[in-house]
Every structure is written in C-alpha cells, then in structure tokens.
C-alpha cells in the first residue's frame, strides 16, 4: 500500500491540465449497454473507478478496450446481466448498470451497493422509479433482482429528493422504454446534462435538457447508435487544484476545464479574497491580500458541491475569522475533521456543521484519508502546514484523481509517494 510523504508550507506555480469528469464517464460507459455498435468515449480520466467500471462490463461479456484517456466499449455480445457483490462493493457507482441492463434485456441483478464511509447511501429512489415504469423489483441475499419482460413503459417520475445517479438511472432506463417518461426534480449536474446530450444526439428525443423536468420519448427497446464523443473536464478536480493554489496563496493556472460548471465555487473563492482571469477553457486563480472566512451550504447544482466542502473547510483552516460549513447531502461527510485536528486545526462539530476557526498554523503529521475528497482535503492541508506530513491510505484518491501527486509536483509541491513499510 503507498502513502504521501508531503514537505510544507510551500508555494506552487505555473499549470495544471483537468482530466475528463469521473462523475461523467460512469454513466456515459454505463450508457453503452444502450448501443448497437461499439461505442469509443475520449477524455476519459485514467482513475480507479473507471477501471472498476470497466471490469464489470466485462464481466457482462462487453468487449473493452481501454488506453489513457479513451475507451472502446462493445457490448452487442453481452451474455450475462448480473453485477456481481465482489466490483459493486468496491464502487457503488457501478448501481448505473441497473436501468440500462433492465430496460435492454427486461431483467438483471445487481448487487446492493452496501454502506458508505460518508453516509448511508441508500437507492430506494431507483428502485421505486423503476417499479413505476412496470419492473417488478425484489431484494433477495443481497442483491436486486429486476423484472420487466415486456420491457419498461414510459412513466411519471417524482423524485422526492435530488439524485445524480438516480436521474442518470432511469434517464437510461427510459431511452428504451415504450413511451413517453417525465422526470420532475431531476438532477441538473453537468454530468448529467452530458449524459442526456449524448443520448439526444444518438437518436433519443430528450427535452428540457438542462431544467429540472426531463421528458425522454423512448425507443421501446431499439438500441441506439452512439457517435465517438469526448467527456467534460472534471469540475470536482479542477475545485481541487483551485484550493491547492488559495490554501498556500498561489497563482496557478487550470487548463482544459469549463468555468460555467464551477460558478458556485469560484463564487466562494472571490468571497474569500482570491481574484481570477477566465478564458473559454482556462482559469487563472491569483493570491488574496488577506484570505476572508466564509460560511458554506452544500446542495445539489448549481450550489455548493458537497464533493468540494473538504477541500473548502480544510481552506478555511487559513483564513482570518470563522467559518461555518453546513453539510446537508450526506449525514457523515466530516470524516476529515479529526484527521485535521491532528495537524493543529480548530474545528468543532455539531450535527451536520462546522465551525472552522482560523488562521491557524498547521503542523505535518501522519493522518488517514476515509473517502475520496476527504483524502485530497488533507494533501491541500500539508501544503500549507510545516514539516512533514504522511497521508496514508491513498487508495482513495487513486479513485478519482489522476497523478495527482505528479502533477502537484509539476507546481512545485514537495510530494513523493513512497511504500508502507510491511
Ligand atoms: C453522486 O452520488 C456523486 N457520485 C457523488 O460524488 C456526489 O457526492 C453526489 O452525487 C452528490 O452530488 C457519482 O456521480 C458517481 P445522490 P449519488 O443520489 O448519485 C439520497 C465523489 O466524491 N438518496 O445524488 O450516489 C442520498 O443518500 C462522489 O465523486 C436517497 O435517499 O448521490 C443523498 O443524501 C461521492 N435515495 C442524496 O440523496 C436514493 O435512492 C443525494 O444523493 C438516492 C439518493
């Protein structure tokens, strides 16, 4: 198992390119159990997640190949519909196979996703959605078992909470389906709006792309053809690079990446004293004279990413005053905090907020990612703390952040990844 052995405080500099959006590329690769041909996706991110993802269709009988940053998925020959518990529980994204797998074959079983370090997670609102599109659902030794022999029929779907997944779910789901499909309070994420253009361009008729009310006019099971296409940069990574640079008062650049889909964030940094050049495809985030606290509320887009509010509160660690971060998605998502107590940071939490108080000197020490952003919010803190800190149990990051000590260390970081001793 490998660790990160990071040299602090330090300065960084010059640019860093985005990768393709992971919370993109799982529904899109998932989205190919739809095609009637072999579909190619571009600026895929080279992480852990996508391979995981990749392995499943495989395990299905798809035909894949995969390189750096691109994938050919075939999945015409596909002889199995079951995802089994041993990928799902390493990746409970892989749940994007359900909608698509039933609406195609008229039946699967998909493993139950499990627990999560960050919350419960639970899927009820797939699983009801597809009820009313006329699969019969049942639960039985830990895996789902879907039926819908006649295939699915277009329905109205209510979502009583916002769900990314969940929307990309039944937005695959009812491509196929016979008939007309609503979904009110759909998810308005960019990675789901990719999804739905992608659809819309293979031959799908998709309105109110975009807008919280999808209506999707299926194929009643025609398989669609899906032209090469490239995925969207990741918003969530390039959020990430952008604290790397306020959290040690950097100028850096970000190349690659789509300003529109980090309003909220860049909103939140301006906020807090940082100032920035915008291009079509590049954001330029310059030093603040003085970085200002700022209160946080996560919701789903176009407020606040909860998969940004570590990386946030960690950077408030160094700002003049206090902050109060309000967590409202996931009821365990400050996972972070005790491991960043341990570098000297004042937090306290009550219920589903903290309140960060700053500036404080952090000092290196060994700490422990628990999930994915929380593992890259403690990087960003030993960037600014003195000494020597080691984050261990990275196997987190390597799921959804590509190289990213390698390209840290193109900016200028003192970063090294290095062996746990046995
Ligand atoms: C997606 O997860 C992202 N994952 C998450 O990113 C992200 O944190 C989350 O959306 C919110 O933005 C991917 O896209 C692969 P939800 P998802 O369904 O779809 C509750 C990362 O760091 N809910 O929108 O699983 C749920 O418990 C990851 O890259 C139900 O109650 O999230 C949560 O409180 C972490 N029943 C809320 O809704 C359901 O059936 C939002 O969850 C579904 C969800």
Avoid: W
Wanted: glycine share 8%; charged share 20%; aromatic share 4%.
């Amino acid at each position: 198992m490998d660790y990160l052995q990071i040299e602090g405080p330090t300065k960084l500099n010059g640019s860093v390119e985005i990768a393709g959006a992971k919370n993109a590329s799982l529904p899109l690769i998932a989205m190919t159990l739809l095609a009637d041909n072999k579909v190619c996706i571009n600026n895929i991110p080279n992480v852990v997640d996508i391979k995981t993802l990749v392995k499943l269709l495989g395990n299905l009988g798809a035909t894949v190949n995969i390189d750096q940053s691109s994938v050919q998925i075939d999945t015409r020959s596909l002889s199995n519909t079951k995802a089994t518990y041993d990928i799902v529980k390493t990746m409970r994204a892989s749940i994007l196979v359900l909608g698509p797998l039933l609406a195609r074959f008229g039946h699967c079983e998909v493993s139950l996703p499990g627990g999560c370090a960050i919350g419960q997670r639970p899927i009820d609102l797939h699983l009801k959605a597809l009820e009313q599109m006329g699969a019969e659902i049942t639960i039985e030794a830990g895996y789902v078992l879907a039926k819908a022999k006649d295939g699915l029929k277009g329905a109205h779907i209510v979502f009583d909470k916002i769900t990314v997944t969940g929307t990309a779910n039944i937005v695959m789901a009812a491509a196929l389906a016979k008939g007309k499909t609503i979904i009110t309070n759909a998810a308005l994420e960019p990675e789901v709006v990719q999804l739905c253009e992608v659809l819309k361009n293979s031959g799908v008729s998709i309105d109110g792309i975009g807008s919280s009310e999808l209506t999707i006019y299926g194929t009643d099971r025609r398989l669609v053809h899906i032209d090469p296409f490239d995925v969207i940069p990741d918003r969530i990574e390039a959020g990430t690079y952008l604290c790397a640079a306020a959290i040690t008062n950097s100028e850096v650049t970000i190349t690659n990446v789509c300003a529109d889909h980090l309003e909220s964030i860049i909103s939140k940094l301006e906020q807090m004293g940082f100032s920035f050049d915008i291009t079509s495809d590049t954001i330029t985030i310059k030093p603040a004279k003085s970085i200002k606290s700022v209160d946080i509320v996560t919701q789903e887009y176009p407020g606040f990413p909860t998969d940004m509010q570590a990386q946030f509160l960690t950077l408030c660690t160094q700002a003049k005053g206090v902050s109060i971060i309000e967590e409202r998605l996931f009821e365990n998502r400050f996972m972070h905090v005790s491991e960043l107590q341990r570098l000297g940071a004042d937090i306290k939490l009550k219920g589903n907020s903290a309140t960060v108080v700053g500036k404080i000197d952090l000092v290196g020490a060994d700490v422990m990612a628990t999930d994915l952003r929380a593992s890259s919010a403690l990087v960003l803190a030993a960037l600014a703390a003195k000494g020597t800190t080691n984050v261990h149990r990275i196997y987190h990051l390597d799921r959804g952040y590509v190289e990213l000590e390698k390209k840290l260390q193109k900016l200028g970081a003192k970063i090294k990844r290095l062996k746990e001793q046995a």
